[in-house]
């Protein structure tokens, strides 16, 4: 998806002193693991009836981390006067969700696959947002 | 709008130690404040070919605040294994960013009606969040 | 929520033709369907293990419709440079969806109260934007 | 983004009678359309004092187009008793959006690369969900 670079090159904004590559990888991952977390809510909930009950837990923290990386990858996309203040917060709390929802993901990753790459989108959008994060002045 | 109400007191999971009356209130306004802000961004574009340029900083913040506002609202109406470490989150996430766009709409609330109304709600927001945060353990 | 009236109320842009008191309602019937919707979902999930299969397509469509509805509240509320082209699409896509997701949510509402307001505030949001596509020129 | 692929080869339900290749291609044409737009909104909103306001429709359209496309995404992606009824209203929505916000765009996209590169994106989307809705039985 080098939509997101198109994008931010043709932007009239100046992006400066936020890093173009590190801002296009935290969208593109925050976009990654929203799209994963939908989907693997939704395996989860398609798992043999017996196997469900177990998975509630993901199914929630799915369905949360995929509305805060939506939300993420939105706020981040948009560059006019750029506050850094509400910039921070969101990538920390995406920090926080990614992390949480790729831990409980983790625990079922060798049974479930859709859990297994959902986990790794979660920890990829985990270190995009922490890697954005650690360049803001 | 008392179908939050409804739909907590029929929820089969247990709320406890979260407060009813203080989960209701924060899903409530987060919605009030998240569909304020929609509103005021299209206001903002609509307002005359000299004003709009003024205004750009508000209708960014405003689609910021929508988005967090919604995705708040929906993760704190998930009950289902209420991951405190998420909810927190969330909640400090949506205090800063109402905070932020409460302060941008109130520095234009004395000229446009909508910013008046989209602050006031801005700061309900803030406070609903702040509130239930404080009743977490 | 009189906050969508207050913001129709202060939009500097004309709406006619479109009736001011059906767009209202349509923004508050989307937004009520969708937070009925995404509490739905959660609540069918905490629901007894034996009981959560059975709920696999409401917590779908739930789902659905919580999306679209919230998409549908924002476009109605946005009045800058109204496409009717759209609005058309969006209310047609909205009344279809939150049919198909009370349908469902009937077939529950005997035994789970969540259901039957879900499905209330479903039977609601279609009717609401029935009734603004009716005053579409 | 092969994520998609991954999600939906891992997912435990059937997709007949869908096409797998023509849902992820759908998914994947919607997530970047929506991305794309969230981008060019703000863009437009960047553009000096003297041509944002002849931008308003692009950036109003964009807006419904991303919430739409970002929707639609999400119920392709859910395959739990997928219902063709929704499905279908949803895809035809997403046609009509797409056009009607590529059609926008097109008309800047000679003064202005993210219009170019958005309308290019809408119409991919339009195209990957009308291939989808053809599909249908």
Do not use: N, W, Y
Not at 26 to 35: D, K, R
């Amino acid at each position: 998806m080098t939509t997101t670079d198109d994008m931010l090159r043709s932007h009239p904004g100046d992006l400066a002193p936020l890093d173009e590559g590190a801002l296009a990888r935290c969208v593109e991952a925050c976009l990654a693991c929203a799209q994963a977390c939908v989907a693997c809510a939704d395996a989860c909930l398609s798992e043999p009836d017996d196997v469900v009950p177990a998975l509630r837990a993901c199914i929630r923290l799915t369905q949360d981390c995929a509305d805060f990386c939506t939300a993420a990858a939105r706020a981040v996309s948009r560059q006019t006067g750029a506050d850094h203040t509400v910039l921070r917060a969101v990538l920390r709390a995406c920090v926080t969700i990614c992390g949480a929802c790729a831990r409980e993901c983790e625990t079922h990753a060798g049974r479930h696959d859709h859990c297994r790459v959902c986990a790794e989108q979660c920890r990829a959008g985990e270190k995009a947002c922490q890697d954005l994060l650690d360049t803001l002045p």
